[in-house]
């Protein structure tokens, strides 16, 4: 096939991923701007190469033709979760969704492959738009924890060196590495709770000071100088005091204070 084909062939593909990416880090902003925890830590994505995809289409003794069909992670999504529970809750977002329709689910979690591999995977079709018309996509999402990704990184670039060989020495590590991911993924769940509350009460701090920010900001256009002036002094040494509760209320007040400024200014 011509690489002008193959591009065309592979655009779908391109916009598909582009449009997931926003889509999942729109919702890690979600979780944020309403203070709550994202069980999505990050998201990436790639479209397959067309040499990986002709290295499956041999391996798997799939024709040509059939390789839309037949290959189902030309478009692949990885979103990595901080915790093993956020990788569930993650899949449950995915399936409550309408934009995509899951075709299969494989939990290499709960069955870990022989080579140590541990993900979540979710096969799913996804429609784009093109001049052509709809084009309904199929996207592999795999979703694993950062200290999976660690390992199955690390695991991906050796079998790429040794073609799929890999040393009995060096499997032997990356057997006991996978074993050290598992204990390390366990071990965070233990202090789950604990790292989300502090991981939750800043983000909620950090909501807070934007919204007087703004406000002291918008203040500036309606209110008078010196009281702005002494608000913000205000602000100054509730935030050195480090009392998330009082920024909390001295927020609330200022929202009152804003809201009175307004509706003076709309008389
Ligand atoms: P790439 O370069 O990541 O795109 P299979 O026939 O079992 O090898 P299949 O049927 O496509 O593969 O499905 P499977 O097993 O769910 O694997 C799909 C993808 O999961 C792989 O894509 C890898 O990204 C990842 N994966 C699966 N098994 C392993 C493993 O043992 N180690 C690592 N590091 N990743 C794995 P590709 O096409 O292999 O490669």
Redesign the pocket.
């Given at each position: 096939m011509e690489i002008r084909l193959w591009r065309e062939i592979l655009a779908p593909y391109e916009l598909a991923v582009d449009e997931l990416v926003v889509k999942f880090n729109h919702i890690i902003e979600e979780f944020r701007n309403v203070g709550e925890y994202s069980p999505i830590e990050l998201v990436t994505g790639r479209v397959?190469t067309i040499s990986?995809i002709l290295e499956?289409a041999q391996?798997?003794n799939i024709s040509l033709d059939d390789i839309e069909k037949e290959?189902?992670?030309i478009a692949?999504i990885r979103i990595i979760c901080q915790f093993v529970e956020d990788i569930y809750k993650v899949a449950d977002i995915i399936r409550k969704r309408s934009d995509m329709e899951v075709k299969a689910e494989?939990d290499?979690i709960k069955n870990r492959?022989n080579?140590?591999?541990r993900?979540y995977?979710m096969n799913v079709y996804y429609d784009v738009e093109t001049l052509k018309g709809t084009k309904r996509i199929q996207v592999?999402i795999?979703i694993r924890t950062l200290a999976m990704n660690f390992?199955?990184?690390i695991?991906?670039s050796l079998?790429y060196k040794y073609k799929q060989n890999i040393p009995e020495h060096i499997r032997e590590r990356l057997t006991s590495a996978a074993e050290a991911v598992l204990i390390l993924d366990r071990e965070m769940s233990e202090v789950r709770d604990e790292i989300m509350d502090a991981q939750q009460s800043f983000t909620m701090k950090a909501n807070i000071v934007a919204d007087i920010l703004t406000n002291i900001q918008n203040l500036y256009k309606v209110a008078n100088k010196q009281d702005v002036i002494r608000i913000q002094d205000e602000f100054f040494k509730i935030y050195q005091e480090g009392d998330n509760e009082k920024l909390e209320k001295f927020s609330k007040d200022l929202d009152l204070i804003s809201q009175r400024y307004r509706a003076q200014s709309l008389r």
């Open positions: 397959k990986s499956k391996k798997k290959i189902d992670d692949g494989q290499y492959k080579s140590g591999y993900s995977h592999e795999q390992w199955a990184t695991e991906h079998q």
